[in-house]
Nanobody, 117 residues
Framework: VQLVESGGGSVQAGESLRLSCAAD????????VGWFRQAETKEREGVAA???????NYADSVRGRLTISKDSTRTTLILQMNNLRPDDTAMYYC?????????????WGQGTQVTVS
């Protein structure tokens, strides 16, 4: 299983980005998938997750600005990022596991950099 993120870049505060996570050999339809981020000198933190039924959860810092979704093929995870702020600057990773109640995330992508100035 391979997860590949794309869509990162450098933007100005208030602008938008759309991150994608493509799954090779994996479908998200019956699994829990999510986005994490790690800024320099900070711990990795969860941003958003969505379960097999489409229920989403968000970190307080991004709720209302970021939206997680799966595309119709259930092989691509999307993170729509609006009204970006400088403190959103980080490497963003997608991850997947069987159920959201599982303790550990099983699969990880390599990350895509988001820089907001």
């Amino acid at each position: 299983v391979q997860l590949v993120e794309s869509g990162g870049g450098s933007v100005q505060a208030g602008e938008s980005l759309r991150l994608s996570c493509a799954a090779d050999g994996y479908t998200f339809s019956s699994h829990c998938v999510g986005w994490f981020r790690q800024a320099e000198t900070k711990e990795r933190e969860g941003v958003a997750a969505i379960d097999a039924d489409g229920r989403a959860n968000y970190a307080d810092s991004v709720r209302g600005r970021l939206t997680i979704s799966k595309d119709s093929t259930r092989t691509t995870l999307i993170l729509q990022m609006n009204n970006l702020r400088p403190d959103d600057t980080a490497m963003y990773y997608c991850a997947a596991k069987r159920q959201c109640s599982d303790a550990e995330w099983t699969y990880w992508g390599q990350g895509t950099q988001v820089t907001v100035s």
